[in-house]
Structures are given as C-alpha cells and as structure tokens.
C-alpha cells in the first residue's frame, strides 16, 4: 500500500525516517530551527555534509532520506505526514524543540499501529 497517496513511498519507509531523525535529536544539541543544518561553527551546510552537527526537522529528515530510493519523496512524504497530524502547523509554525519531538512522537505511534507492530 502506497503512503498517502505517495506512489512508492510505503509507511514503513516514513516510520524509519521518523525513528532516525527522533534518535538523533534525543540529544537537544543536535537540534536547532532553521537552517536545515549547520556545523560547528554554526555556518549553514546542507544536512548531508559530513561536518553537520545540528539540523532542523526538514534537514534531518532529507538527511535520512538521501540514499534511499526515491529521497525526495520520501522526504516530502515525511513531512506531509507530520503537517497532516499536526493540523498545519509544521510548515505555518515555529514549533520549539519539545514540540517536535513531540510531533515526531505521535507520528511514530500512529504509523506503528497502523503498521500493527
């Protein structure tokens, strides 16, 4: 079964995507608003360079996606999803740091039953 209406995109895919990007920001350091990622020294970097140490929401997960098939969907599937359960406020809202894990956690809990596992 496609995800959504995404053809290729499965939502076993998405809670992968989701489970990825809220390991990585268990640590809040590793988290920031925007940009999509920086380094170090705080200069923005594209959340695929090997020298990211914080991303955004939208930057970890294009960091996740990249190398699987299909990235670019299966980015902005990830993303519809979580603006779907949020009611539009992951792209009209300057969510905090406790809301996205949040977010990430009610979305990882609502494909995992739908996944029945």
Same mark, same amino acid.
């Given at each position: ?24 920001? %268990? ?5 920031? *608003?925007?940009?999509?990622? =920086? ?5 923005? =970097? ?6 990211? =140490? ?18 670019? *969907? ?6 519809? #999803?979580?603006?779907?359960? %949020?009611?539009?406020? #992951?792209?009209?809202?300057?969510? %905090? *740091? ?20």
């Amino acid at each position: 079964m496609a995800f959504f209406g995404w053809n290729d995109i499965y939502p076993s895919q998405v809670l992968v995507i989701l489970k990825q990007v809220r390991d990585l920001f %268990s640590k809040p350091e590793r988290w920031n *608003y925007f940009p999509f990622a =920086v380094n170090a020294l705080e200069n923005e =970097v594209i959340p695929t360079d090997p020298a990211a =140490v914080k991303w955004s929401l939208t930057g970890a997960i294009e960091k996740f996606a990249t190398g699987s098939p299909y990235p670019d *969907y299966l980015a902005c599937a990830a993303r519809d #999803f979580l603006n779907d359960i %949020s009611n539009g406020h #992951f792209f009209r809202a300057k969510l %905090s *740091y406790e809301d996205e894990m949040i977010l990430l956690d009610l979305g990882i809990e609502h494909l995992t039953k739908e996944l029945k596992l």
